[in-house]
């Protein structure tokens, strides 16, 4: 649901040229193995449409350690619930 999630805020903010990068291992394998994901066909059939709409894009898995930034700003902003304010400023600077 999160890669969904960013894959929709992306197209929403008209975003063209996005890098996606996950430590998560099951994202992975899903990417790589979509017909192993059955019972979550219609999620990723909707998050493939909408990757569609995107100009240029990829998805990166990296290692925990490499995402600790990342990692801390998605802490950041969900402790607070600053969910909104966090987009409208264009997130970090």
Known sequence: MAIHWAVSDMMNTRQQRILFESNCALAKEMFLNPSGFYQHQHIM??????????????????VQERNIVAQEVAKSVTNDHRYHSYIAAGGPS
């Open 45 to 62: 059939y909707e998050t493939s449409s909408r990757l569609r709409h995107l100009q240029d894009w990829s998805f990166h898995h990296c």
